[in-house]
């Protein structure tokens, strides 16, 4: 009777404005689902899926065969940032289920780190999104990628991420596997192999607050020259 009397008020409250809403599509045969949001219906849910809105997927499978899913509203919402809410309890949702072979979702915008994040089960596709962002992120700093702020923040997630790993590690009773041990001859006799390659290829470049490695054929940025600060023990990218 409550549940009744609150979605009445509601309906009164919020009458002629929009109701933002998460929705889940589950095939019917092969139990494949897809996660949406709406924002821009003038109706409640359960009158507007199905009904006025199938969806804006972009998956085959979805826009072609919509009447083979099962669809159900998630959540609505009724707050003054709706439409925000909705939005990132979307990319929540997509984001706890991505690694499932069954969502159809392929990507989701990380909110901590406010870019997409991709998820797919082809190889060829995950092999040539991560040539893309090696080509446009090689030999660039978090500061040059994000800048100083955002750079200072991703750094600090990471850095506590890690700690995490390791105290966790080490409760389980699992220390650092390379905890006296010595690396083989082989890998020591590559890495100096490696290193004696890269002769002559990079040089130290600093902009008197970062110092960073730089192939000697590319131009210098704007505001670095060749050296290295001498507090590059402290702030150096490398």
Not at 5 to 28: A, D, E, F, S
Not at 83 to 106: G, R, T
């Amino acid at each position: 009777m409550s549940r009744c009397i609150n979605t009445y008020m509601k309906n009164r409250l919020y009458k002629n404005k929009n109701y933002p809403y998460v929705y889940i599509g589950i095939h019917k045969v092969t139990g494949q689902f897809y996660i949406g949001y709406r924002e821009k219906n003038k109706i409640q849910s359960h009158l507007d899926l199905g009904f006025h809105y199938n969806t804006c997927s972009s998956a085959q499978l979805v826009k072609d065969n919509f009447n083979d899913f099962i669809w159900s509203v998630v959540a609505e919402f009724y707050t003054e940032t709706a439409s925000d809410d909705a939005y990132w309890f979307e990319q929540d949702l997509i984001k706890e289920n991505i690694k499932n072979p069954l969502c159809l979702n392929k990507h989701y915008v990380d909110k901590t780190l406010g870019h997409n994040r991709f998820s797919s089960t082809s190889p060829e596709s995950r092999i040539n999104i991560s040539k893309g962002r090696k080509g446009i992120l090689k030999g660039k700093t978090y500061e040059e990628i994000y800048g100083n702020e955002k750079a200072k923040e991703l750094k600090q997630i990471r850095s506590e991420h890690l700690s995490k790993i390791r105290q966790e590690q080490v409760s389980a009773g699992k220390p650092n596997p390379m905890a006296g041990k010595k690396r083989p001859q082989s890998v020591l006799d590559a890495m100096d192999k490696g290193r004696k390659k890269s002769i002559g290829k990079f040089c130290w470049i600093t902009n008197g607050t970062l110092s960073r490695k730089h192939p000697v054929c590319d131009p210098i940025p704007e505001g670095f020259h060749k050296g290295r600060d001498p507090s590059f023990l402290r702030i150096s990218n490398f």
